[in-house]
C-alpha cells in the first residue's frame, strides 16, 4: 500500500508543471534549504560554548527558553507550511481503506523540511551535552521528547490551519502569556523549564511528550477520517451569492470592466483575500524599523527596504502572480476580445491604486518624523514606476496555476504566502537599496531618496515601452502558460 | 469565412491534426463528428489561437488566426468549463461578457430573457457563484454567453453533453436558428450523430486528425455515418 502511494506522490511531483519551468527556482530553494540546515548545525554544536562563554548555564538557559523556541516553530509554520494535499478523491472508494489513506496523508508530512530542520539543531546539541558528561540515558530521553514536541507541533499546526477557532484560540493564549511575561505578571518559562529539564532528568517522564504527540496525531487523525466524505471535508462550501454592479467603474471602460472583476476575484476567493490580509500586515512592518526598537535594523539602508515592503504589500504579493490568478479561466481570456495591452494596465492600474492608499495608510509613520514619511513617498514612487513594471514581466514567467477554491477544500492547500513568493520579491528590493546606498554614501540621504525616486519616475516616463515588451512576452509565453494552468496541481 | 490550409498539429512526433484545405462558408453550420482523440477539440483550439499550428494556418474573415488577434471581435466560443469565471454570479459573467463585446447591460438583459427557458429557472437569481452550479448549469451559462453580441462565428464544443433531455431540444433550436441567419457561422462538435445532423447543413467526420468525410446533410446522411463509425 505505502509503494502505491509513494510512486504516486513521486509522479506527482516530477511531473507537476512547476518543475519543469522553475528549476532555477527549485535550485534557489534548496540553496535555501542547505543554508538553513547548516545555520541550525551550527547553531546546535556551537550554542553549548556560546552559552558558557558568557557565563551563562548551557542546559538551564536552553531549557529556559524552549518554550519560546517552539512558539516561534509554531508561528513559522503556519506562515509557511503548506497542509498536506494529496489528490483524496480518485481513492476513496478503491480498495485502500480510509485509516490508510490518513495515515499516509498525516504520515508524510512528518518529512517536511520544517521537521526535519529541527533534528539539525537537537541532534548535534545532544551529543555535545553527552560529550559534556550529561547522563546518555537522559539525553536520550530528552532528545526523543524534543523530537517528539516537533512532530506534536507539526499536527497542531495541520488542525490550526483547519479550525479557525483553534487558530484564534492559541493566539490569544500566545499573546497573552508574551504580555504577562513583558510586564512579569506570571512568568512561564519557570514552569516550562522546570519541564524541559525534568525530561532529562527524570527519563520515564517522555511519556508526557508521548502521550502530546499520540494526542495530537489522534484529534487530527479523527478530524480527517471524519471529514473523508464527498459531502464534509471534501464539499465545496457553497457561498450565498450577490449580484454586486459596481457601475461607478463603468466610467472607466474596458479598465473599469477587468477592474471589477479583479474587485470580486480579491473578494470572494480566499486564497486572494488572504493577500490582502498580508498586504495590510506589510504596513505595519515599517514599525520595527522606524521605532528603533531593534538596533540591527537602525542602518540607514533599512529605511528604504521598509518603505518598499510598507508601500508594496499588496503590489508584491498580487503583483507576482499576475496572470495566475486568472489561470483557471485563462483560455476564457485569450479568446475574447481582450487587447493584452488593456489587460495588462487593469493589472497595472490595480497595484498602482493600492499603492496609492497603502501611501495614505501609511502617513500614520509621520508621528516618526518628516524624514521617515519621506523614504516611504520615495519607496511608494519606486513601487509605482519600476516594481509594478516587474513584477507584471516577471509574472508571465511564473506558470503555477492558482486554485482559487481549494482553500475551501479540507484538504486543499491553504496559505497564499510561500518560499519563492519570498524569494521572488529579492529582486525588486535590491536594486532601490543600492541606488540608496550609491546617494548615501556619495552625496548625502537626500540624493539617495532623489535617486531612487528618479528611476521611479524614469519607469513611469517609459510605461509605454515597457509595456511594450510585456506585452511580447505576454504574447510568446501564452501557449506555455495555457499548456501549464491545464494542469491543477 | 473561414479556410483553413495544410493545418496540422504535431505533439512530440505524432501528428494529431492534419487538414490539407478546409472552407468554411459564411452563414454554414459545420458540424464536427469523430471519435475521442480525432482531433476535434484541437482543431477548435487552433482556431481560438490557444495553441500554435506546427503547419500552415487558419483565415477567419481575412484575418489570420495565429499572427493576429483581429478575429477576437467577431468570434464566441464555449470549448470547456475553463470558458467561465467560477467566481462571479451567472449575471455578473454575462455583463462582464458584453462589456468586452461593446453590448450594454439592456442588450444583454434583452438577450437574457429571451432564453428564459432554456435557463429553466436556474441559473439568473440564484445567488450562488458559477463554480457551485451543477455541470450542466455551467453550460447552459457558457452557451448563452456565446450569443452575446451577435457575433459571426459561434465555436461550441460538444454542446449537448452534460445537458438533461429537454435543455438539449431546446439548444438544438436555438442552433438552428441562428444556422438559419445568413451572417452566422456555428461550428458544433458533438459525439452524438444525430444532434449534430439536425443542427448541421454541413458535416465533416474526422478520423486521427484527418478529413474522412465531408458530407452536405440529407436524407441519408445518418446512415452513411453510422455505417461509417459502425467498426
Do not use: C
Amino acid at each position: 500500500m505505502l509503494k502505491h502511494f509513494i510512486t504516486l506522490e513521486w509522479k506527482s511531483f516530477v511531473r507537476s508543471a512547476s518543475f519543469g519551468s522553475n528549476m532555477v527556482l527549485k535550485i534557489f530553494m534548496i540553496l535555501a534549504g542547505l543554508y538553513f540546515i547548516a545555520l541550525f548545525l551550527l547553531l546546535g554544536a556551537g550554542s553549548y560554548y556560546m552559552l558558557e562563554e558568557n557565563n551563562l548555564k548551557p542546559f538551564p538557559t536552553i531549557t529556559t527558553f524552549l518554550i519560546y523556541y517552539f512558539f516561534a516553530d509554531i508561528l513559522i509554520r503556519f506562515f509557511l507550511q503548506k497542509a498536506p494535499v494529496m489528490n483524496i478523491k480518485p481513492l476513496l472508494f478503491i480498495n485502500i481503506r480510509k485509516n490508510s489513506i490518513v495515515n499516509y496523508a498525516l504520515g508524510k508530512t512528518l518529512l517536511s523540511f520544517f521537521n526535519v530542520t529541527h533534528l539539525f539543531f537537537f541532534i548535534p546539541f545532544s551529543v555535545v551535552l553527552m560529550v559534556e558528561g550529561f547522563a546518555p540515558l537522559g539525553v536520550m530521553s530528552w532528545l526523543i521528547s524534543m523530537l517528539l514536541t516537533v512532530f506534536a507541533i507539526n499536527y497542531l499546526n495541520i488542525l490550526i490551519n483547519k479550525k479557525d477557532s483553534l487558530l484564534y484560540g492559541i493566539g490569544a493564549l500566545v499573546g497573552l502569556i508574551g504580555v504577562s511575561q513583558y510586564y512579569s505578571f506570571f512568568d512561564l518559562t519557570l514552569y516550562t523549564g522546570r519541564y524541559f529539564s525534568a525530561l532529562y532528568e527524570t527519563p520515564w517522564l517522555i511519556i508526557v511528550p508521548l502521550a502530546l504527540f499520540i494526542g495530537l496525531y489522534s484529534v487530527t487523525f479523527g478530524f480527517f477520517k471524519k471529514n473523508l466524505y464527498l459531502d464534509a471535508g471534501l464539499a465545496t462550501k457553497h457561498e450565498v451569492a450577490k449580484t454586486e454592479e459596481l457601475t461607478w467603474l463603468n466610467q472607466f471602460g474596458t479598465l473599469g470592466t477587468f477592474l471589477k472583476n479583479d474587485i470580486r476575484l480579491l473578494k470572494r476567493n480566499k486564497r486572494s483575500r488572504m493577500t490582502i490580509g498580508m498586504s495590510v500586515l506589510f504596513l505595519f512592518y515599517g514599525l520595527l524599523f522606524f521605532t528603533n526598537s531593534i538596533e540591527a535594523y537602525q542602518a540607514p539602508l533599512w529605511k528604504i527596504f521598509a518603505a518598499i515592503f510598507v508601500t508594496g504589500g499588496f503590489l508584491l504579493n498580487f503583483g507576482q502572480f499576475v496572470p495566475s490568478w486568472d489561470s483557471a479561466y485563462y483560455p476564457l481570456m485569450m479568446s475574447q476580445n481582450i487587447k493584452y495591452r488593456d489587460y495588462l494596465s487593469s493589472k497595472w492600474w490595480l497595484m498602482v491604486i493600492a499603492t496609492v492608499i497603502s501611501t495614505l495608510l501609511a502617513s500614520f509613520y509621520l508621528y516618526f518624523g518628516i524624514e521617515v514619511y519621506l523614504a516611504i513617498l520615495v519607496g511608494a514612487i519606486y513601487n509605482m514606476g519600476v516594481n509594478a513594471h516587474i513584477v507584471l514581466w516577471a509574472g508571465a514567467y511564473i506558470k503555477t496555476p492558482i486554485d482559487l477554491s481549494s482553500s475551501k477544500n479540507a484538504f486543499g492547500d491553504r496559505q497564499a504566502f510561500n518560499v519563492k513568493t519570498l524569494l521572488l520579491a529579492l529582486p525588486k528590493i535590491v536594486l532601490p537599496l543600492l541606488l540608496y546606498g550609491i546617494g548615501y554614501y556619495t552625496v548625502s540621504a537626500n540624493f539617495g531618496f532623489a535617486l531612487v525616486a528618479g528611476v521611479g519616475v524614469i519607469g513611469f516616463a517609459f510605461r509605454n515601452k515597457v509595456f511594450t515588451i510585456i506585452e511580447k512576452t505576454y504574447k510568446s509565453e501564452k501557449y506555455q502558460a495555457l499548456a501549464a494552468y491545464k494542469q491543477k496541481n | 469565412m473561414i479556410q483553413v490550409t495544410n493545418l496540422s498539429k504535431t505533439y512530440n512526433g505524432t501528428t494529431v491534426l492534419n487538414i490539407e484545405n478546409l472552407e468554411i462558408k459564411k452563414g454554414e453550420s459545420f458540424g464536427l463528428v469523430g471519435n475521442n482523440g480525432a482531433g476535434k477539440t484541437t482543431f477548435f483550439s487552433l482556431l481560438l489561437d490557444l495553441i500554435q499550428p506546427s503547419t500552415g494556418h487558419i483565415i477567419s474573415n481575412n484575418v489570420q488566426i495565429n499572427l493576429s488577434e483581429n478575429w477576437k471581435p467577431f468570434t464566441a466560443a464555449f470549448l470547456d468549463e475553463s470558458f467561465l469565471i467560477g467566481y462571479l454570479t451567472p449575471e455578473e459573467y454575462f455583463y462582464f461578457i458584453g462589456e468586452l463585446r461593446g453590448q450594454n447591460k439592456a442588450d444583454v438583459d434583452a438577450l437574457l430573457r429571451e432564453h428564459q427557458d432554456f435557463f429553466n429557472g436556474e441559473i439568473l437569481n440564484n445567488k450562488k457563484y458559477l463554480r457551485d452550479l451543477s455541470k450542466g448549469n455551467q453550460k447552459k451559462v457558457g452557451i448563452i454567453a456565446t450569443l452575446i453580441g451577435n457575433p459571426e462565428v459561434i465555436i461550441l464544443d460538444e454542446p449537448f453533453a452534460n445537458l438533461d433531455p429537454t435543455t438539449q431540444i431546446r439548444l438544438k433550436n436555438i442552433i438552428k436558428k441562428l444556422a438559419d441567419n445568413p451572417e452566422v457561422t456555428v461550428l458544433v462538435s458533438s459525439h452524438d450523430l444525430l444532434h449534430t445532423i439536425e443542427v448541421s447543413n454541413r458535416i465533416v467526420a474526422l478520423e486521427k486528425g484527418r478529413i474522412v468525410k465531408d458530407i452536405h446533410t440529407n436524407e441519408e446522411t445518418l446512415q452513411e455515418l453510422e455505417t461509417f463509425f459502425a467498426l
